[in-house]
């Protein structure tokens, strides 16, 4: 099946820093998306990505569909450290309508003060 | 609340036993999907639910499990004869209409724990 390989699996950094993480992927996409998780909560949707080269941000957030549709990244500027969590990239394959999601296996990252 | 939900929080069963997860969606919300989140790794799609559609149940992993969804409502997820593979975090997510610009939201997830 579809997978998609996220990277750095964890990431330990100073508050102030920024940071940047990617995915990848060996087939199209034709969405992208970047989730948070909490401990003992579901994902949240961050940002939402639908046209190829498309770069959105989210207050402190930015996040860039890649070119080839196989890649995404999404950095953090001046890490706080209420930014600690699971980071998830997901994607939508091309030619399906709705939302069948593949989602890589998460950054952690850890923020210290 | 007018978030998803999910019930229970937490199960531990025995190997082989049947288990039963449920999920309210948010009210309004003809799209519901399940997924499996294995400790450490990234959310496995089980199965999805579209209005009156046939659902989707090409994420399924086995026979052992089934879902069901009553009108545009609550849906429980059986797992039948569990293993101690299956022991993971099953969330459920709903969304407006199932389309992909549609955002999911997602519960709280139910930890299945198989003794």
């Known amino acids: 099946g579809q997978q998609l390989n996220q990277s750095p699996q964890s990431m330990f950094i100073q508050e102030g820093e920024d940071v940047s993480m990617n995915c990848t992927s060996s087939?199209?996409?034709?969405?992208w998306l970047w989730y948070k998780q909490d401990p003992g909560e579901g994902p949240v949707l961050l940002i939402a990505?639908?046209?190829?080269?498309e770069l959105t941000s989210n207050g402190r957030l930015t996040a860039q569909f890649g070119i080839t549709r196989k890649d995404s990244f999404l950095n953090i500027s001046a890490s706080i450290p209420s930014d600690v969590g699971i980071y998830f990239c997901?994607?939508?394959?091309?030619?399906?309508?709705?939302?069948?999601?593949?989602f890589g296996q998460g950054t952690i990252l850890t923020v210290h003060p | 609340g007018a978030g998803v939900s999910q019930s229970p929080s937490n199960k531990v069963t025995e190997k082989g036993k049947d288990v039963e997860l449920r999920c309210d969606p948010i009210?309004?919300?003809?799209?519901l999907y399940w997924y499996r989140q294995r400790l450490g790794q990234g959310l496995e799609f089980l199965i999805y639910?579209?209005?009156?559609?046939?659902?989707?149940k090409s994420g399924l992993p086995s026979d052992r499990f089934s879902a069901e969804r009553t009108g545009e409502s609550v849906s429980t997820l059986t797992i039948q004869r569990t293993q101690q593979e299956d022991s993971a975090v099953y969330l459920c997510?709903?969304?407006?209409?199932?389309?992909?610009?549609?955002?999911?939201?997602f519960g709280p997830g139910t930890r299945l724990t198989v003794l």
């Open positions: 639910f579209q209005g009156n559609s046939a659902p989707d």
């Open positions: 990505l639908y046209k190829a080269g």
């Open positions: 087939s199209i996409f034709n969405t």
């Open positions: 997901a994607g939508l394959a091309g030619g399906t309508s709705y939302g069948k999601l593949t």
């Open positions: 997510a709903s969304s407006l209409q199932g389309s992909r610009r549609d955002t999911q939201y």
């Open positions: 009210s309004g919300h003809t799209a």
